[in-house]
């Protein structure tokens, strides 16, 4: 349907506008004058034929004699005196009955209209006898010559009038009006032609003109401000638009490009004339994510902001990943859009997946992965019906070499046992690394018990051969769990905790072992989580106590010290032996807390014998390694002994064998601060481990303590025999006093007795006491005591 143009008005100035106001108001004026004018020209008539009936009495009072003589020829006389008037038409005398006594016309008589018939009585003086009348018709000859001439008065009065108002208002229109309203439409016109905003000029009339044209200027310079600001903006938008870093761009309905930042075309290295005009979808690498712009543009014409994910490519053909957010224009007509290269993003991503679900050391699958993979092959029915098996790898003495060589090179070590480990496998299984020093191999189609366990041994095999770490030899073993499913429903938690308790209990038949799990195991592990919460719950409620074994003087048969040994006394299982929660509580690091208690226990009644019985025994006590490798231990040691006031003399501090092995930087560091502090150390259970005898000169050492299996059969076995000799004499050499503990009768004491061992405890002087009873039989005057310093 066609749009008929706007119609244009024909334009009118204002001074015709004007003239046509005037004319009208003129033409008002004039009519209102004549009507005016007729209207006193009237009202004078009439006070005029007032006049004319007093005069025309006189007249009457006269014609009485005539009239009463009948004297016809002084009456017509009097009658041409009245109609000397020239608005007299007609006079007329009447006698008493009504008939005419003369009478007089004028020869306008008949022609002009009568405007008023005048009758007057003739009466005699006293009014009391009429003679007659006078008649006399008056035409308006007179005052239509008056009103003639008071309308051509006023209308050349009022012409005169409305010609200096006429003029007056041109002056005025022209100077007060037109003058700066021309002012006016020539700063318009100059604003239009030359674009820039021109102000009227500042000397402005003091009136309303003037306050319109300084409304004007001020909107002038609002508005040019306004503008100023606009362009300012928009060159900030442009700025912006070309030098930001994201990729801008926007789209026609269609999808065609319309324009493209800066940034867009370096980053992607086209120029704009080969990207401006070409639609989104030629940019993409794949046919098959077109659909994907077809898509956005839906979503943009339907709703207010869209996405979408696309592998663009740039000029020189390289895929780069780009997610494009995209929100319609404000007029409707395409999309203002943005690209973000997340490229790097993907990347990023893609090695954040691996991390998640590979070792960052190995390279092999984590724990997470393989618990995926596991789920995925029991969830598979076919998989589950043939069966899998699950290894749980765990390094022996990889501990140690860690604690020896490093961590640097305990990672290579475990770099090189998940390669051998992956290498030793058959096709198609699967190792991963769950954390540690443990690995987890899934056997698939596999669950014959002794083929499993000949697998594990060979895979023991494996990692037992020797491995070249940075120009060192390192030796370990591994422990190995097997875990087997043979249809029933089972979850990955359920295999690896099946396959670890099977671990464990190959590690604790002696390492370097392959077991297959049974149902005892987690029996086996129950009991260990039930005395793991046994041994909190007895350090919260003061279940443990110490028991005293006395140490004697063999050649005075005197008691010189006792040693402190942890009991439990359960409120239902009754008196515990260490045997049943020591190791646990070494697994778990319950020991640094048991042994603070047992430190604190042992020196708080070691200085109650000190003060209240005069005794000057000396107090032996065990401590683990992961006591000594918490770093709080030396610094409570010696808040103890201040506290209860103790000479450090007086405590012997007895560590294992196998801590000198594993831990010889940090424990002879522990160990020569603990002499510094004036504490005694003796080396618990001497014999029975593997360490170098240069050991004994390497560190600070005050005593040796030979294990009880030497003296149990020394009176039978002449190489225990030998050996305590060899230890005794050894000892006295490097200046160590010597103990003896296992001691159960009189010819054992006298064997060691003979062989000038110094100091011996057992069974045979005493067992292990409560602190009272060991009060009462030891410290009275039974025994005179020495001090073991």
């Known amino acids: 349907m066609a749009v008929n143009p706007p119609r244009l008005h024909r334009y009118l100035s204002a001074h015709s506008k004007l003239s046509l106001l005037l004319i009208g108001c003129i033409i008002l004026a004039l009519g209102a004058s004549f009507l005016y004018t007729n209207y006193t020209a009237r009202d004078a008539f009439r006070y005029e034929l007032d006049d004319r009936f007093s005069s025309l009495q006189t007249y009457a009072d006269v014609l009485f004699d005539p009239v009463v003589r009948e004297d016809g020829r002084q009456v017509l006389g009097l009658l041409e005196l009245i109609r000397n008037d020239p608005d007299v038409l007609r006079v007329e005398v009447l006698d008493a009955e009504v008939h005419s006594v003369a009478s007089s016309e004028s020869e306008e008589y008949g022609r002009v209209q009568v405007e008023s018939r005048i009758v007057v009585p003739i009466k005699t003086q006293d009014f009391d006898t009429e003679a007659g009348w006078l008649v006399v018709e008056v035409g308006a000859e007179s005052f239509y010559q008056q009103q003639h001439e008071r309308i051509r008065d006023s209308l050349l009065t009022l012409f005169l009038i409305i010609a200096t108002i006429v003029l007056s208002l041109l002056i005025f229109q022209m100077r007060v009006v037109n003058r700066p309203l021309q002012n006016l439409l020539n700063s318009i016109r100059r604003s239009r032609e030359s674009g820039e905003f021109v102000r009227v000029s500042d000397r402005l009339p003091n009136d309303e003109f003037g306050i319109i044209i300084k409304a004007y200027n001020e909107l002038l310079e609002e508005v040019d401000r306004k503008h100023r600001s606009l362009k300012e903006s928009e060159s900030r938008y442009r700025h912006l638009y070309n030098q930001t870093p994201a990729l801008l761009f926007s789209l026609s309905p269609t999808g065609v490009i319309d324009s493209a930042s800066e940034h867009f075309l370096s980053h992607l290295g086209y120029a704009s004339d ?7 979808r030629a940019l993409v690498c794949e046919a098959s994510e077109r659909p994907r712009i077809d898509h956005l543009l839906v979503e943009i014409s339907t709703r207010q902001t869209a996405q979408a994910y696309l592998k663009i490519l740039n000029a020189d ?32 991503l893609s090695t954040i997946e691996r991390q998640a679900n590979f070792d960052a050391l190995t390279g ?10 596991l789920d995925e092959q029991l969830s598979v029915e076919e998989i589950r019906e043939e069966g899998l098996a699950l290894l749980f790898v765990d390094l022996d003495r990889f501990k140690y070499v860690n604690d020896t060589h490093g961590h640097h090179t305990g990672d290579k070590l475990l770099t090189a046992a998940g390669k051998r480990i992956q290498a030793s496998l058959p096709g198609g299984d699967f190792v991963a690394r769950l954390g540690g020093d443990e690995f987890a191999v899934l056997v698939h189609g596999n669950t014959d018990e002794e083929s499993l366990i000949q697998l594990a041994l060979q895979l023991i095999k494996e990692l037992e051969g020797s491995f070249l770490i940075d120009q060192c030899t390192m030796h370990i073993s591994a422990s190995v769990g097997i875990a087997i499913n043979r249809g029933e429903c089972s979850t990955p938690d359920t295999l690896l905790k099946s396959a670890d308790l099977a671990m464990y209990r190959a590690k604790s038949e002696g390492r370097g072992r392959a077991c297959i799990f049974v149902p005892e195991d987690e029996q086996r592990t129950l009991h260990r989580v039930n005395i793991e919460s046994m041994i909190r719950e007895s350090l919260l409620e003061g279940h443990f106590e110490l ?49 603070e208690w047992v430190l604190e226990e042992g020196l708080r009644q070691l200085s109650i014998w000190h003060r209240e019985h005069a005794s000057a025994i000396y107090l032996s006590i065990n401590v683990s390694g992961k006591q000594l490798q918490d770093y709080r231990f030396v610094r409570t040691l010696e808040n103890l002994l201040s506290r209860y006031r103790i000479r450090p003399g007086y405590l012997i501090l007895e560590i294992t064998e196998s801590m000198l092995m594993h831990h010889t930087d940090h424990t002879l560091e522990v160990m020569n601060r603990l002499k510094r502090l ?3 150390l003796s ?10 005898l240069s050991y004994l000169q390497k560190f600070p050492l005050d005593i040796l303590k030979i294990d009880r299996s030497f003296v149990t059969d020394i009176e039978s076995n002449k190489t225990h025999r030998a050996l305590v000799t060899a230890i005794i004499t050894m000892s006295r050499s490097l200046n160590l006093r010597v103990i003896c503990e296992g001691i159960e009768t009189a010819q054992q004491m006298e064997i060691l007795k003979g062989m000038r061992c110094q100091m011996g405890q057992g069974y045979h002087f005493s067992k292990p006491l409560p602190a009272h009873q060991f009060t009462t039989q030891y410290l009275p005057g039974s025994y005179q005591a020495t001090s073991a310093s």
Do not use: W
């Open 317 to 348: 053909g390289e895929i780069h990943s780009m997610r494009i957010d995209a929100t319609p224009r404000p007029d409707g007509l395409g999309a203002l859009g943005v690209m973000t290269d997340i490229t790097s993003l993907d990347e990023a």
């Open 364 to 373: 092999l699958p984590n724990r997470h992965f393989f618990k995926l993979l």
């Open 678 to 680: 004036g504490c005694l």
């Open 683 to 692: 080396i618990d259970d001497f014999g029975t481990g593997y360490s170098s």
């Open 274 to 280: 080969n990207i401006v005009g070409q639609p989104l």
């Open 547 to 595: 028991h005293y074994q006395p140490v004697v003087s063999m050649g005075h048969q005197m008691i010189v010290g006792a040693e402190a040994l942890v009991r439990l006394r359960h409120p239902e299982r009754g008196l515990m032996a260490p045997g049943e929660f020591i190791d646990i509580a070494e697994e778990t690091g319950l020991i640094v807390q048991l042994g």
